[in-house]
């Protein structure tokens, strides 16, 4: 089955600059999309189509792709910003996987 | 206000059966897919599968096929997700939402039922 693989945790300084990697096991990569998730609250798309801000969401969000590896990140790392951070791609039968998440601390 | 609203926590024993909801609102039901998303206590997002209301065309994680259903009712605009033998192993919470053909990503996310079992 089709998997992303995600570091489990990753931290960095109040404005710094966060790198959250996300890799494919399977060739050719679709798009990734990117999801923050707060505790107690629902998930939120904050990247889409590997590198796609949607509205709302702020500029210091990015995303960008190299061969199977997807990376979301954050320039100018808020506070508000720690979160648990998923991925998510689709496989050639058109069903969806998400990626085991990466837990973002703000130090 | 484009939203989903999800049915409340369900606390079930084992081998009992279950059906939740998913009630989207403010944007054309029949228009987009559903989709729902596990999320086992403390652990991460598990996609189950999606279902297009308008033909109820419908698709299964290959984790999750034979073990729950998926359905809709388009003249209510409601998803659903249902169980006909809970285990323990299916407490968590569960999320629907709207899969977007202009982002092609989950936009709107309900807030979640929370689905307890236990003897």
């Known amino acids: 089955s089709y998997e992303l693989t995600q570091p489990p945790s990753v931290s960095v300084s109040p404005g710094q600059t966060a790198r959250i990697t996300c890799s494919a096991d399977a060739l050719p990569k679709q798009y990734a999309y990117w999801y923050q998730q707060k505790p107690g609250q629902a998930p939120v798309l904050v990247i889409y189509?590997?590198?796609e801000r949607p509205s709302g969401i702020p500029e210091r969000f990015s995303g960008s792709s190299s061969g199977t590896t997807v990376t979301l990140t954050i320039s100018g790392v808020q506070a508000e910003d720690e979160a648990d951070y998923y991925c998510?791609?689709?496989?050639?039968?058109?069903?969806?996987?998400f990626g085991g998440g990466t837990k973002l601390t703000v130090l | 206000e484009v939203q989903l609203v999800q049915s409340g926590a369900e606390v079930k024993k084992p081998g009992e059966s279950l059906k939740i909801s998913c009630k989207g609102s403010g944007y054309s039901f029949t228009s987009y897919w559903i989709g729902w998303v596990r999320q086992m206590p403390g652990k991460g997002l598990e996609w189950m599968g999606i279902i297009y209301p308008g033909d109820s065309d419908t698709r299964y994680s290959p984790s999750f096929q034979g073990q729950v259903t998926i359905s809709a009712d388009k003249s209510i605009s409601t998803a659903y997700l249902q169980w006909s033998s809970l285990k323990a192993s299916d407490t968590a919470m569960y999320y629907c939402?709207?899969?977007?053909?202009?982002?092609?990503?989950?936009?709107?996310w309900g807030q979640g039922t929370m689905v307890t079992v236990s003897s």
């Open positions: 998510q791609s689709a496989d050639s039968s058109g069903t969806w996987v």
């Open positions: 939402a709207r899969h977007a053909d202009t982002c092609d990503a989950f936009d709107i």
């Open positions: 189509k590997d590198s």
